[in-house]
């Protein structure tokens, strides 16, 4: 693919493909993710099609063990392929320029100079290194989808047939332009080598996080020997050896052995991760002080490391709805700019030159009306289809559907590489331009603006170790962080956990099951709920109840109370900082929760959350609907964590996941933060922020650039200012014009 017209073109072939369901395309990573029906279709007819269309594909599938670039010999291939069209290019233009200035007598050599010679080497030009866009161009035509392989083979074959005819019939009277398939040849491959060497920075960030991950692995055998194998040769349940300095080859639980381990290649934390037996370590992770023993959990595609590559080169393919419009022009532009290099031809041929007969003197050789007038560089006119050769050739070089098509893909693909590095995931283009166009954060409380990590602080019961015991077994099959603190007390108290069965989760408001050994109902959740089944409630309870500003939780056995359970969290470190952040970048902030009134009003006090911005006592379903109530005014983001916010997570705008929530909030998140610090949030938004910003001024330049070159490349201002662009100087134009909105997406920062 060279330019948009060619993703549209792939697109729409797709598409139109039995059980495709959807089509991402990307022009940078020159590849396609596709949501495909196997029951209703198939790769091989996919691939087919493509090959049919003129875009020969493979498929990759993500069950292979993760590639590192470079690992085989395309990487290498692929390199020299690309140095080898820059000494081509560079011979052309030398070769063509010594010619030219032989031809103007500055330099003395006859057999460059001549006319035979400039023949000879526009034929080898053209079957060496342009057949490649020659056929490509004749490809991309035949099937309906012209690119700019077509229009570069336009402009160099008329140019070098029109040559022709001058050279075997003099008598037709046209000019000769075989040193313009030869310069033409040359600006556009040394313009395709900058881009492809600026495409490959763009991907760079990506490259890195693939490095991560070694390619050997120390497996600990039975016997205590150690053996050297290939990472992709672990299965779960075996063990490996780390030592320090070693990356962590898989997801895995430290079985044996204390060390820090480095994370920030993955999350951004600055600070190290203490490892000890039952921590889990995610692949790509770096092992600092100590030799460690650790277990094998998952390999492959399904490691923590394959995912987030993967999950970046989805969002790379995710185009932003900004991109639309230039996709749309990119569609047709190559049929535009063909009809209107007809136009031109026709018009300076027929009409033009008789209305302005001063333009054939302006650009004949010698004549210099204007510094962007180039006679030695075989722009010089001496008759009226001569000029409108010469400006319809430029027409179809000067022309750059390239950089319609890479304005705004290179941009998304340097930002989502970029925040991948900090462990910000942003799961495609229009995630970005949402979290650029913010206008308020919604937090859920426990676990986002707190820690998650709540401790029982005080108990209310006639029998605690009872209460904790039953509240516990209950709690063992949920991952809320009330049920953490639950078990982390049972634990600290040594209270054996007794076997539940029939456990059900009523959203928003707690769990019910059974006991297993008597069989009686247990039920544990909030206050108010309990209270509302008609729970019988004594005053001892009512009165604590209403003093305590906590949390609380409360335990019923079949229709008796047993108790309340006092649970508090403390704050993020980082909370503060991130909210007065967020507030500086113009952001409404607002917190809905579903924990007690009087817990929820004394945190919003410390944060400095006026009470409209306040929501306590929430369950999903009205989380769900106050969002969907401020969508209709602003653009909104729900910052969660917990399994009860996935549906809040999934209405909103923009659902911003933090890393260490549960997996169900981080599928449904369009954003997630990994790591534990909340001042990566608006961090992340400045990114998206930047990314729109250099994606605006990627378009404007696209656009601008196609609407100024082209009518002076048709010869707009030719009779005013004596104005011509030459079509040599307009394939450097064209070329430069593309690398200009790579090199602009490159100079983004986070």
Known sequence: MKCGGCVRSVERTLLDQPGVQRADVNLVSRAAWLDLAESEGSVEAVLQALADRGFPARERSLNQPLETPGSDDSAGQSWWRQWRQLMVALLLLLLSVLGHLSEAGRLSLPVIGSLPFHAALATVALIGPGRPILVGGVLAA???????????????????????????????????FFNEPVMLLGFVLLGRFLEERARYRTGQALKQLAQLQPETARLLLDDGAIREVRVGALRPGERVQLLPGDRVPVDGVVMQGHSAVDVSSLTGEPLPLEAEPGTELA???????????MEVQRVGSETALARIIQLVEQAQARRAPIQGLADRVAGRFCYFVIGLALAAFLFWWLIGADLWPQVLEASAPGMMAHPMHHAGLGSGAETPIGLALQLAIAVLVVACPCALGLATPTVITVATGLAARRGWLFRGGDVLETAAGLDQVVFDKTGTLTL?????????????????????????????????????????????????????????????????????????????????????????????????????????????????????????????????????????????????????????????????ELGWQMRPEQKLARLEQLGRQRQVAMVGDGINDAPALAAADLGIAIGTGTQIA??????????????????????????????????????????????????????????????????????????????????LRP
């Open 283 to 293: 692949s790509g992770s770096l092992n600092l002080e100590a030799p460690l023993a």
């Open 142 to 176: 035949r099937s309906g989808a012209p690119s700019m392989d077509t229009l570069v083979g336009l402009g160099v074959g008329s140019a070098y047939l029109a040559s022709l005819v001058a050279l075997f019939w003099p008598q037709v009277g046209w000019p000769c």
């Open 666 to 747: 981080q599928d449904t998140a369009d954003l997630v933060l990994l790591g534990d610090r909340l001042d990566n949030l608006p961090e992340a938004l400045r990114l998206a922020r930047r990314t729109l910003g250099k994606v605006r001024q990627n378009l404007t330049w696209a656009f601008g650039y196609n609407l100024i070159a082209l009518p002076i490349a048709a010869g707009a201002l030719l009779p005013s200012h004596g104005l011509l662009l030459s079509p040599p100087l307009a394939a450097l134009l064209m070329a430069l014009s593309s690398v200009t909105v790579v090199v602009n997406a490159l100079a």
């Open 452 to 612: 998650g990590r709540p401790l029982v602080t005080a108990i209310r019961a006639d029998d605690p170790e009872r209460l904790l015991q039953l509240a516990a077994s209950l709690e063992q099959t949920s991952r809320h962080p009330l049920a953490h603190a639950l078990l982390q007390e049972a634990q600290r108290r040594e209270i054996p956990l007794l076997p539940v069965s029939q456990v059900r989760n009523v959203t928003g408001e707690g769990l019910i099951g059974r006991l297993e050994a008597c069989g009686t109902e247990v039920r544990v959740g909030k206050p108010e709920w309990l209270q509302g089944t008609g729970l019988s409630w004594g005053e001892a309870f009512t009165t604590w109840q209403a003093k305590t500003e906590g949390t609380l939780v409360a335990v019923a056995e079949a229709d008796r109370l047993l108790g309340l359970v006092q649970i508090e969290d403390q704050l993020r470190s980082d909370v503060l900082t991130a909210l007065q952040q967020l507030r500086k970048q113009g952001l409404q902030l607002a917190m809905f929760s579903g924990d007690r009134e009087v817990a929820v009003r004394r945190l919003g006090q410390q944060l400095g959350f006026a009470e409209s």
